[in-house]
């Protein structure tokens, strides 16, 4: 490497080592094992938070993220509410020009953020929930009592409930859920037992 | 041409226009379309999460029930398309997660069945040529924007159906149905998807800008593959067009509803009953 004056190292700081802490050092490799995806690559051209459709609505933008996962941020990333309003529609991925998932680290930071208890957004979790469940019980999805359940859980009562009456008139909701669930209930009741 | 189909929970109730046109359009080419005897929820979203044994056994069982009908499913939900194409695409490349799915369900499955989109085995296997040949009432002059969304395209790399920048089947579809297509920026960008249930205002958001840009280009009818995307703009537009007059209407219809037009359906089984916004008035122009 060439030799420079302490002035030069001044002017570029792309020379200046940026040390981490080791909890911060772990983070960043933990992030990097569990996705599979060089974030460390990531040279911030913003790609990202330009053609994300909800950076508009983050509190820490897509590139934002990444950056503080390099830095092994892993506190500020995983209580982030950006985290969960990330529907996976993959803008990000497909424009990254250093080829990186940003999409895949969103879900493995939801997936860290879960573990540790860190849930900034509960409706999406609750809406997650209340989905399997409803396959769950019905085999295919069955909207009224999926909303019903997301309703109650998430404690917004009403909320769709224009959209149901909509919907209902229009013919669009059944009223009865379709058959074929019981083979499916075998499937989850398979899995709960191998998980304990 | 015998093909398995699976429907889909949607496909199934919100959409069953797109369904039934499907079935319309499929018979009119030639395409036998064999529903599975007995299907469940693809699980949707959630195979894409990271440690994904447990949501690879909803698709795999599809893919599994669909080998003993043919060697192709065909699909036309985009979630669904997307889910089961990246399930195959695991099941064949990873042995050890392909031995506990293929264990825990009792079937046997190598990842042999090949997953395509209607639009595919339309451009693919049909032909924009059989197509146009079938056209009975071109429907000439009107202006109809492709709306492609996301899950029919990307990650590009494992869904391969099209450029997942700037993809032209749909395009092509609609000239071959004689349509005026309006080349449409947006055509890739996100709806706001499954955010309609826990974050509707930001979905909304998301909305409105595909249905302003689609408006200011005089499109008259969107068409999409998508019944989440279907339900996204048609919901988010019918709440703009009570409230301001921002938008003029742009009803967004199934790329199978405009096919069935065009080859001579019966009104009636469009399905257009089912649509907030109604497509009848942009319909009506057409005089067929």
Known sequence: ?196 | MKVAYYPGCTLASKAKAFDQTARWVAQKLDIELVELPQWQCCGGLVPQVADAVMGLLAPVRILADAQSIGDRLVTLCSFCYNTLKRANLIIQQDAERRQKVTDFLEQQYDGKVKVVHMLELIRDEIGFETVRSKVTRALTGIRVAPYYGCLLLRPSKEIGLDDPEDPTVMEQLLEALGCDVVDFPRKVECCGSFMIVNRPEIAAQCSATILRSASNLGAQLLVTSCPLCQFNLDWQQMRMLESNGEISPVPVLYFTQLMAMAMGIEPYLLGFEQHLVDPRPAVMELRL
Not at chain 1, 138 to 158: D, I
């Open chain 1, 1 to 196: 490497m060439k030799q420079s004056t302490g002035r030069e190292q001044v002017a570029r700081t792309d020379e200046i080592p940026i040390v981490l802490t080791e909890e911060a050092r772990k983070f960043v490799q933990e992030v990097i094992r569990r996705s599979g995806e060089r974030v460390d690559w990531c040279y911030q051209c913003g790609k990202c938070t330009a053609g994300c459709p909800v950076a508009f609505a983050m509190d820490i933008e897509p590139s934002r993220i990444m950056r503080l996962v390099q830095l092994g941020q892993g506190e500020r990333v995983l209580k982030s509410k950006a985290i969960w309003l990330c529907v996976g529609c993959q803008t990000c991925t497909t424009r990254c020009p250093q080829e990186i998932d940003p999409a895949k680290i969103m879900d493995t930071l939801r997936e860290m953020a879960l573990e540790k208890g860190y849930i900034a957004d509960r409706e999406v979790v609750t809406f997650f929930k209340s989905f399997l469940d409803n396959i769950r019980k019905f085999g295919r999805s069955f909207e009224p009592m999926l909303v019903l359940q997301y309703n109650l859980k998430s404690g917004h009562l009403f909320q769709d409930a224009d959209k149901g009456f909509v919907l209902l008139s229009k013919g669009k909701l059944p009223l009865r859920p379709s058959h074929n669930s019981a083979s499916v209930k075998q499937i989850f009741e398979a899995l709960e037992g191998r998980k304990r």
